[in-house]
């Protein structure tokens, strides 16, 4: 683990996945509340509803590409610099240097999350204060929702690194990764029946972290379909997890099955 720290700290990956954070927290958070949620179009609830605070919190959850971009960098940059197998002759017990690469990038994926959130509540509460408005929910609960945000950041980017030890081509991981996260579950919503799927893939599930319905029931609507009704918070984290795990499982068992070459 101490190995790959030096390696993660001797690149400018994890400076920019920091500031993407900061930006993509601080910065798209507090102008979306400057502007007023309910000034978009179409309009959303009023930050002094708790519809209108849980709704502009839940966008964060579409950025969760940018982590699961870094993991996906993070495994195939091994193969695509060649240095996977000096790692690997190095230290022939695959299984430890896998194990260290997730616990590593684990630790990134949470970093990611907690400026993310934490860039997200000051630029809320302070936009907030500045415009004389009362938030919908009190400061402690949009602290919990903006730290289950955080935490599910780690998922996705051990789902990128699952994906990057599954399809080992930097270039079409990045595709398949930033892809689907970005439109792929958009998609699948907007195809009557198929949306029903909707609440139990990795978007839906962050969804259910933070009560965000406002697209699952957007697309009910355009569609004419059933509501889609979303998991509880609490079975929204354990299918994150389920997906943790998977992703874990795939990068810890593939690399140990194929040659580097």
């Known amino acids: 683990m101490r190995a790959e720290f030096r390696r993660l700290l001797a690149t400018r990956m994890w400076v920019g996945l920091l500031i993407a954070a900061a930006v993509l927290g601080g910065g798209m958070i507090g102008a979306m509340a400057l502007v007023g949620p309910e000034n978009f179009d179409p309009p959303l609830p009023g930050l002094d509803t708790e519809t209108g605070v849980r709704s502009l919190l839940g966008i964060l959850g579409y950025t969760a590409f940018v982590p699961a971009a870094a993991g ?9 610099h060649r240095t996977a197998a000096v790692t690997f002759l190095f230290a022939p017990r695959r299984w430890q240097v896998l194990a260290a690469k997730l616990a590593t990038y684990a630790v990134l994926g949470l970093a990611y999350g907690l400026v993310l ?7 809320l509460l302070t936009v907030a204060a500045a415009r004389g408005v009362t938030l919908g929910l009190p400061a402690h609960t949009v602290l919990a929702l903006l ?12 789902i990128g690194v699952g994906m990057g030890a599954l399809i080992r081509n930097q270039v079409a991981a990045l595709c398949v990764v930033i892809g ?3 439109m792929g579950e958009t998609l699948l ?3 009557p029946g198929v949306n029903m799927l909707y609440p139990v893939l990795p978007g839906g599930a962050t969804a259910a972290l933070t009560d965000f319905t406002y697209v699952a029931d957007a697309m009910s609507e355009q569609l004419g379909s ?3 009704q979303l998991l509880p918070p609490a079975a929204g984290a354990l299918v994150l997890g389920m997906y943790a795990l998977t992703a874990a499982a795939i990068g810890l068992v593939l690399p140990m099955r194929r040659d580097i070459t």
């Open 147 to 158: 730290g289950r945000i955080s935490v599910a950041m780690v998922v996705y980017l051990l």
């Open 117 to 123: 959130a934490s860039t997200a509540a000051a630029a």
């Open 72 to 80: 996906t960098v993070a495994v195939t940059a091994e193969y695509r």
């Open 226 to 228: 059933a509501t889609i």
């Open 180 to 182: 689907y996260l970005y």
């Open 189 to 191: 919503m907007m195809i």
